[in-house]
T-cell receptor, first 109, second 112 residues
C-alpha cells in the first residue's frame, strides 16, 4: 500500500497553543494536501503544497514539505476549540490520491 | 452552491442484497472517486474516474463496481455486499489539474 501515516495519532492541547502534526509517505508525489474532517463528515481541503515547494502558509496554517525525507508537517497556530477535528494528509501521484491514517486533534477551551 | 451529493446518508442491508450508492457533482469536474474509511486505516481509494466512460481500480476495488456514463454522476455498486464492506464511504471530485478534492457528506453502510 502507498498509504501515508500521520503522527501522532491523537493530540490534545489547550486553546491558544500550537498544534503540530506530521505525515510520512512512501512514493514520489506531485503534491501533498492536508484535509480536515469533523466527526465522520466529509473531508474539507485545507492547503496544498507542490513537490517543488518547501513551505506554505494560509492563515493560521503552516505546511512544510521535505521530499528527501518523504515527510510533511502541518502547524496550526493559536488553536481554537473549533479546530477540534481529524486531520489527514493526502498525496497525489497524478491519477490516485493516497490518504494517511489521520491525527485526531482535541483543543480544550 | 458547488457540492458533491451522496445518497443515502445511512444504509443498513443484508448480505447479498445488491445496492447502489449514488454520487453527483454540480461543478463539471472531470475526476471523481470513491473511498472507504475504516477506523485506524484512514481513507482508501476504491475506484476513480478521470472522465466519462473512463474508470480505474484504486487500492481496494474487490467487491465493488462503478460506472461513469455522465460527467456529473459516479455511482458505487455493491452487487453482493458482505459484512466486511461495512464502512463509511465517501465520494469526491476535482477538476482536471486542480487536485483539490471536494467531498460528499458520506454514506454509513452496515451489512448484516
Amino acid at each position: 500500500s502507498q498509504q501515508g501515516e500521520e503522527d501522532p495519532q491523537a493530540l490534545s492541547i489547550q486553546e491558544g497553543e500550537n498544534a503540530t502534526m506530521n505525515c510520512s509517505y512512501k512514493t514520489s508525489i506531485n503534491n501533498l494536501q492536508w484535509y480536515r474532517q469533523n466527526s465522520g463528515r466529509g473531508l474539507v481541503h485545507l492547503i496544498l503544497i507542490r513537490s517543488n515547494e518547501r513551505e506554505k502558509h494560509s492563515g493560521r496554517l503552516r505546511v512544510t514539505l521535505d521530499t528527501s525525507k518523504k515527510s510533511s508537517s502541518l502547524l496550526i497556530t493559536a488553536s481554537r476549540a473549533a479546530d477540534t477535528a481529524s486531520y489527514f494528509c493526502a498525496t497525489d501521484t497524478g491519477n490516485q490520491f493516497y490518504f494517511g491514517t489521520g491525527t485526531s486533534l482535541t483543543v480544550i477551551p | 452552491e458547488a457540492q458533491v451529493t451522496q445518497n443515502p446518508r445511512y444504509l443498513i442491508t443484508v448480505t447479498g442484497k445488491k445496492l447502489t450508492v449514488t454520487c453527483s457533482q454540480n461543478m463539471n469536474h472531470e475526476y471523481m472517486s470513491w473511498y472507504r474509511q475504516d477506523p485506524g486505516l484512514g481513507l482508501r481509494q476504491i475506484y476513480y474516474s478521470m472522465n466519462v466512460e473512463v474508470t480505474d481500480k484504486g487500492d481496494v476495488p474487490e467487491g465493488y463496481k462503478v460506472s461513469r456514463k455522465e460527467k456529473r454522476n459516479f455511482p458505487l455498486i455493491l452487487e453482493s455486499p458482505s459484512p466486511n464492506q461495512t464502512s463509511l464511504y465517501f465520494c469526491a471530485s476535482t477538476a482536471a489539474g486542480n487536485e483539490k478534492l471536494f467531498f460528499g457528506s458520506g454514506t454509513q453502510l452496515s451489512v448484516l
